[in-house]
Structure formats: structure tokens, C-alpha cells
């Protein structure tokens, strides 16, 4: 019941959900058991459930990273990140754990050393002064390739994001 049905009844009007499309991400935040962030991507809705859970959004063809750790009382289950970009209607997507509907995975890694691997080359190019959320999707893609390669991927440079914002100007 939304809107004014609700009001009728005597009840409160329920807050706006998100905009159509919207690619929602559950997080979690149970410290040291359950810990899952955004780690860079611009949300375009925010609904927080309670203290330790809440639901972001972000709309087609944005960018962001989640990352996803958990633990029991013998230590790590799992250490994830994702840099995945947000899908529009029709568009062909994977799914992941607490992304709805999903979307297109650029990069994908588990274990603890390959996720602070990843977390460092994002703060190599923050310092750039670079979002990363602006990033070349190519470029988190050739990080996935290097790093399932086992090898060091090329550092972003200030060069690439200028080439990759001519060619984002021309694609549009």
C-alpha cells in the first residue's frame, strides 16, 4: 500500500522508492561478523532499514565497487569485491549476491590479498584525483584479466582518462 491508500487508512505515506531501473544493492554491517560497503559509485537512492542494514541504489550505466567480507568464529569465510556497472532496461546482466537485478560484472575478485590489491590500484587512481566511479570500464576489465593472470595490472594514468573521456563525448 503506497501513496494516498495509505493515508486513507490512517497510515503514513510510504517514502519514494527508487527511480525505475535502479540497480539496488543490499549492505549489511555486523562488525567483525558481516561487513559489505561500497567502496567508489554514485548512489542515486538510500533506504536505511535499521542500524545495520540499508539499501542503496544507482542508476544505468554507473559504476561502483562493492566489497563483501564475512567471518565466524574461526576466522575469514569470504573476501569479495566487485566493480560492477549498473544495467538498463533490457539490457543482458549477471547476477550477484545482493545486487538486484544484477549487473554487469567488470571486475571480480576473492581472497584478502587480491581484494587489497584491488582497494590500492583504486587508491592509485584516486590519487590522481581521478574517480574511479569515471574510470574506463575497459581499464577494470584489464585489471580482472591481469590479476586472474596472476601478474601486476598497468597503472591508470591521467592520459587513459582523458582518452577515455574524448571517446565517451564521441560515443554519446
Not at 554514485?42 to 542508476?59: M, T, W
Not at 556497472?85 to 554487469?104: N, S
Not at 571480480?108 to 574517480?131: F, N, Q, T, Y
Not at 574506463?136 to 573521456?165: C, F, I, Q, S
Request: aromatic residues 10%; proline residues 6%; contains cysteine.
Amino acid at each position: 500500500m503506497t501513496g494516498y491508500a495509505a493515508l486513507r487508512i490512517g497510515g503514513r505515506r510510504f517514502p519514494d522508492g527508487p527511480a525505475a531501473f535502479t540497480t539496488l544493492v543490499e549492505l549489511t554491517w555486523i562488525e567483525k561478523r558481516i561487513e559489505n560497503w561500497i567502496r567508489f559509485g554514485h548512489q542515486s537512492y538510500e533506504q536505511k532499514l535499521d542500524r545495520r542494514h540499508r539499501i542503496v541504489g544507482f542508476a544505468p550505466g554507473t559504476i561502483f565497487c562493492l566489497v563483501r567480507w564475512a567471518a565466524n568464529d574461526y576466522g575469514t569465510i569470504i573476501s569479495r569485491l566487485d566493480i560492477v556497472r549498473a544495467i538498463d532496461r533490457g539490457e543482458p546482466y549477471q547476477t550477484l549476491p545482493f545486487v538486484r537485478p544484477g549487473g554487469e560484472i567488470l571486475l571480480k575478485v576473492e581472497s584478502w590479498p587480491k581484494v587489497e590489491d584491488v582497494l590500492r590500484h583504486v587508491d592509485g587512481i584516486e590519487a590522481l584525483d581521478i574517480d574511479p566511479a569515471d574510470a574506463d570500464p575497459d581499464h577494470w576489465r584489464h585489471v580482472a584479466h591481469w590479476m586472474n593472470a596472476g601478474e601486476a595490472p598497468r597503472p591508470y594514468t591521467a592520459e587513459r582518462h582523458k582518452a577515455w573521456l574524448r571517446r565517451r563525448e564521441i560515443e554519446q
